[in-house]
């Protein structure tokens, strides 16, 4: 196909900063929320994330199966489901935010209602946002561009989600003068904030809307419909889906750890809110360095190496935290900067690899199901940050978190510690020997050969 202009890549990258706004300022702010503002036990509140990321993993294959069998009158996909999501998307981002002045149960199952209906508007339009690249080309160039411009619009979208948080609740008069919260106006701070994130998460998805178009057609009967055995068969059958699945589940689990507990971290550790700005703002930076050198990258060492070399920064500076622990702010940033380029390289080589494993999947099996495939890693994804987040409700309850208390145990900062360090660091191991074992570039090669001698 003939190679995309940059109107078309700026319009993926716009759509991509849009869906991070509300998706990384729920990620690392829904929990502290819950536990700061609404004031519900760190265990019941980690539940309830835990439990509408569950629900929001089931519900992923479900409209995947629908997707991947539906077609609109002109002839779309999956792109026209953005129109049908995202408003109300946006209006339950804002009602995430939004404290009723409910105690205990009640305010806990409010919280758990609202997170479960957030979350399927979120399955909504996460198929266009999974699927689109391997449907607007079936160039390897240009997809791996798209994803570039996916990952520099994400960490845009990052940046607003979560550095912007603490400027505009100080805005809104919800901050101290050490940073932290007023809980007096604590709320209100929260929900205008959300306000203002969802009204830029809304244009995003138009320019996105308008701007780009699927352009990749089955090779098979178009019209056909799939049964759910034939979708997990062509998919499980697979083997760099399988690993793919391993390398996403990984970089799902490390992104939640870094994302929730930096929050955490910089209250407790560092002893003020806002100073997970700071962090972020390290870490976003780090993210958009790395956009720009993971292309050449890959196209110099191969994906399989590529893949690896992003997972070993991250260990490298895990060792340098352990190194530096005394000094919690270096250390925490030096983290940040490990993570952010880790994440970028995971995350364009993820993305990349769906949209070949998309190719090899119609080329063994004749079936395109881009959408099935999306919903599938999305499933999984999710299904690994409930974890994660479980995981750190738990440890911090274990260690005698309090959220009432201004000053925590010790044993909490040092939980909040191994939780931004050891645990994502021995993921990051596991990615490697993923990432070693992984056949995309040998199976790419051998299908682009069979491909060539058959047109001739």
């Known amino acids: 196909m003939e190679k995309l202009k940059f109107k078309e890549k700026f319009g993926f990258g716009a759509y991509s900063a849009a869906v991070n706004i509300p998706f990384m300022f729920k990620n690392m702010y829904f929990l502290f929320f819950l536990t700061n503002v609404v004031n519900l036990e760190v265990l019941v509140a980690g539940t309830i994330v835990s439990i509408g990321t569950v629900w929001d993993a089931i519900n992923d294959p479900l409209v995947g199966y629908w997707a991947v069998n539906k077609r609109f009158k002109s002839g779309e996909r999956v792109r026209p489901i953005v129109l049908g999501g995202m408003i109300p998307w946006s209006l339950f981002t804002i009602l995430l935010f939004t404290n009723f002045g409910l105690k205990g149960l009640s305010a806990a199952i409010v919280a758990g209602i609202i997170y479960v209906l957030f979350d399927m508007f979120d399955t909504l339009i996460g198929i266009p946002y999974y699927s689109m690249a391997g449907l607007a080309t079936n160039s390897d160039d240009d997809r791996r561009s798209i994803n570039s411009f996916r990952m520099f619009g994400a960490s845009i979208g990052t940046m607003v989600g979560a550095v912007a948080c603490f400027p505009l609740l100080n805005l809104f008069g919800a901050l101290d003068d050490a940073g932290n919260l007023i809980p007096g106006t604590a709320s209100r701070g929260f929900f205008l904030t959300a306000c203002v994130m969802a009204l830029i998460c809304i244009v995003g998805s138009l320019i996105q809307y308008y701007t780009t178009e699927e352009r990749v057609k089955s090779i098979g009967a178009q019209e056909k419909h799939y049964s759910i055995k034939t979708l997990f068969n062509a998919l499980f059958s697979n083997r760099a889906y399988v690993l793919n699945m391993c390398y996403i589940i990984c970089y799902g689990v490390i992104n939640t750890f870094i994302m929730t507990v930096s929050t955490y971290y910089a209250t407790y550790v560092l002893g003020s809110s806002s100073m997970a700005t700071t962090i972020q703002a390290v870490f976003l930076v780090a993210n958009i360095i790395a956009v720009f050198i993971v292309g050449p990258i890959d196209k110099k060492f191969g994906r399989k190496k590529t893949m690896m070399i992003g997972a070993l920064i991250f260990i490298l500076a895990m060792i340098i935290f352990l ?8 250390s925490v940033l030096v983290v940040a900067v490990g993570a952010g380029i880790s994440v970028t390289f995971a995350y364009v080589m993820l993305n990349t690899n769906r949209n070949e494993i998309c190719d090899l999947v119609e080329w063994k099996s004749s079936h395109r ?83 060539s001698a058959a047109a001739k």
């Open 369 to 451: 199901i881009d959408s099935m495939i999306a919903s599938a890693d999305s499933l999984i994804q999710k299904l690994a940050s409930a974890a994660a987040i479980q995981i750190i409700a738990y440890s911090l309850h274990r260690a005698g978190f309090n959220e009432s208390l201004a000053a925590q145990p010790p044993a909490v900062a040092e939980t909040i510690e191994n939780l931004i360090s050891w645990a994502p660091g021995v993921l990051a191991i596991a990615m490697v020997l993923v990432a070693f074992f992984h056949p995309i570039q040998k199976e790419l090669e051998k299908m682009n050969t069979e491909k």
């Open 323 to 330: 190194f530096l622990r005394s000094n919690p702010l270096v």
